[in-house]
């Protein structure tokens, strides 16, 4: 509240201080504390005090008569204590009389006497001094074998004893996370990158398909050797092929033969990008058929879990029923299948016999029944009605349930950077590779085209288009 007296007076006395000296001064002040506030405001003004203080109190004259300064003034600054400066001087003699003192110091003399080889103090005159750290420009950066290329807390903690400059910790980070051969090289010690992105629970069965070839198995008498396995990506129900071989001829087929004629044409069909797969037969298949076949990214085989968890099930399956001496785990690939269609999924909570066909399946082990009630087909049918619709809606809303608890899980201290068109970014390399081979990619990558967390890159060379999911993709930070 005294902003406006405190600037009046502070003008007023910074125009007499800097002018002639005046016979009568007129300071205006409704309170005597903004004054103390301007002797004690900031040291500057505290220089001129031996000026300031005389002249307020020889004020003798005010033109507003409602701002009089009374002798309340003079009293207020009679009572206001001023601080006392001094002043302390170097001195050497002080100086050695203090580390005499100092245990620690007397410690580093003694070890300093019986190592002189030591850089970081010197003893000189019996004062010991601490050598000041070699200053290096921030630009200029150490790229020698002697230094190798390890982590940024390695690497500080070799400096930092032995240079210093500013932002040093910052700027070594900085640094080697744009080196660009320990991006291609270095093993990522974290989580991948890239948030879980559930498949949308389909709205009931032979809506969407996922299918793969697994294999190839030891060749049976038969003459099979892959199998085609087609899963119901709501009802988890299977059906399995046994092949020769996994061509595009005979993989039109079998999904014309074995699934459309039987159960309809699926809204989606859901594969890798194999050539078994993707070629311009299926391309012809999928134009007449109506459905849309989408392609999962390379290397990325958890856009097609549902599938690939499968395989991972029933081949151990196999393996324990087969005959090795006879090869026949063809033989048992049916059995296999209807075991697992019977069996309670873990996330639906039914069998998938029973969301496809709404009752539960007699087995070879069930008691026959000892009665029997006939429906009328408008009664079977109603019911059958009911049922599906109940264990449907149940099923959906489990699998929506763990579809978010596993999100939650697998999203946990995972990052997921976001890449523009125009990034320069490296990406995973897969197949052969040797031990002293890069990880990544040599070249740079330039992202295209971007539907996150799907990425299109083009090499800088050669020009050819690739498409990534983020987990692949490693950022070029340049410096």
């Not at 129900?237 to 071989?245: G, S």
């Not at 999928?286 to 085989?301: A, D, Q, R």
């Amino acid at each position: 509240e005294y902003e406006e007296e405190l600037f009046d007076v502070d003008y007023g006395i910074n125009m007499l201080l800097d002018g002639e000296p005046s016979e009568s001064v007129y300071v205006s002040v409704n309170d005597p504390l903004c004054v103390g506030a301007v002797i004690t405001r900031s040291k500057k003004k505290q220089a001129f005090q031996h000026q300031l203080t005389p002249i307020i109190q020889s004020t003798s004259h005010v033109n507003d008569a409602t701002s009089l300064v009374s002798d309340k003034v003079t009293n207020e600054l009679s009572k206001t204590s001023f601080p006392s400066f001094t002043c302390n001087f170097f001195n050497i003699d002080q100086v050695k009389l203090e580390q005499s003192k100092d245990p620690v110091i007397q410690k580093t003399i003694k070890e300093l006497q019986q190592n002189p080889s030591n850089n970081l103090y010197v003893l000189h005159e019996d004062l010991l001094y601490k050598l000041m750290k070699i200053h290096l420009h921030n630009k200029k950066k150490l790229n020698d074998p002697l230094g190798g290329h390890f982590g940024i807390l390695r690497t500080y903690l070799k400096l930092k004893d032995k240079f210093w400059w500013p932002n040093m910790k910052q700027s070594i980070a900085q640094y080697i996370k744009s080196c660009l051969p320990c991006q291609q090289y270095n093993i990522s010690r974290i989580k991948k990158p890239g948030r879980l992105c559930p498949i949308d629970t389909p709205d009931g069965p032979f809506q969407m398909i996922g299918i793969d070839f697994c294999g190839p198995f030891m060749r049976t008498p038969s003459g099979n050797q892959y199998v085609l396995c087609i899963t119901d990506y709501f009802t988890r129900w299977i059906n399995a092929f046994a092949l020769p071989n996994c061509s595009a001829q005979i993989t039109a087929q079998t999904i014309f033969n074995e699934y459309i004629c039987r159960y309809g044409v699926p809204l989606s069909i859901l594969s890798d990008q194999g050539t078994h797969f993707k070629n311009q037969l299926m391309d012809a298949m999928e134009k007449l058929m109506g459905y849309n076949h989408i392609f999962s990214t390379v290397y990325h085989p958890q856009s097609n879990g549902m599938v690939e968890r499968f395989n991972a099930i029933f081949v151990p399956q196999l393996a324990k029923l087969q005959d090795r001496e006879n090869n026949n785990w063809d033989e048992f690939l049916s059995p296999v299948i209807f075991a697992y269609n019977t069996g309670i999924h873990s996330i639906t909570q039914h069998s998938p016999f029973q969301l496809q066909f709404g009752r539960e399946p007699r087995l070879p082990c069930d008691k026959p029944p000892t009665n029997y009630v006939f429906y009328r087909p408008n009664d079977y049918y109603r019911q059958l009605q009911k049922s599906l619709k109940i264990i449907h809606m149940s099923a959906r809303n489990k699998i929506n349930s763990k579809q978010l608890k596993s999100k939650t899980q697998y999203d946990k201290h995972r990052s997921d950077p976001h890449y523009q068109i125009n990034d320069k970014v490296l990406i995973k390399v897969y197949g052969s590779r040797s031990k002293l081979d890069p990880r990544y990619s040599i070249t740079p990558k330039l992202v295209i085209k971007k539907q996150h967390p799907i990425y299109w890159v083009q090499d800088e060379i050669v020009n050819e288009v690739t498409r990534v999911h983020v987990n692949d993709i490693r950022p070029i930070l340049v410096i």
